[in-house]
């Protein structure tokens, strides 16, 4: 059973890495703010499909557009303001516009 009063445990400093992951700028109205993990999931595959060929390179990109569509949505759907909202409906459009050039070519 805890006996802590709640005010104690609220009042005690954040890990250095929570703070890295919670950072934002600027703080009252947060337009770059730390990657969330969709988000790094599709910079990462962008990044390894660079460096690929053949069914990895194809894979990674499917990857990097599946994550980007829900960090996008997410994004759209609960963004802490309105530009981080708008900026989830742009890229919202902009997936759905390269995918559909790609399935014309």
Same mark, same amino acid.
């Given at each position: 059973? %805890? +006996?802590?009063?709640? !005010? !104690?445990?609220?009042?005690?400093?954040?890990?250095?890495? &929570?703070?890295?992951?919670r950072w934002s700028w600027p703080? &009252?109205?947060?337009?770059?703010?730390?990657? %969330?993990?969709?988000?790094? @999931?599709?910079?990462?595959?962008?990044?390894?499909? &660079?460096?690929?060929?053949?069914? !990895?390179?194809?894979?990674?990109?499917?990857?990097?557009?599946?994550?980007?569509?829900? /960090?996008?949505?997410?994004?759209?759907?609960?963004? @802490? %303001? /309105?530009?981080?909202?708008?900026?989830? @409906?742009?890229?919202?459009?902009?997936?759905? !516009? +390269?995918?559909?050039?790609?399935?014309?070519?």
């Amino acid at each position: 059973m %805890n +006996t802590e009063p709640q !005010a !104690a445990v609220e009042s005690t400093p954040a890990s250095p890495l &929570r703070q890295v992951v919670r950072w934002s700028w600027p703080a &009252r109205f947060p337009i770059v703010q730390f990657p %969330n993990p969709p988000l790094a @999931v599709a910079l990462l595959a962008s990044v390894a499909a &660079r460096f690929t060929e053949g069914a !990895a390179h194809r894979s990674l990109r499917a990857v990097f557009y599946l994550s980007l569509g829900i /960090w996008a949505y997410e994004e759209a759907r609960h963004g @802490v %303001n /309105w530009f981080r909202r708008a900026l989830g @409906v742009g890229f919202s459009i902009y997936l759905i !516009a +390269t995918l559909a050039e790609a399935l014309h070519s």
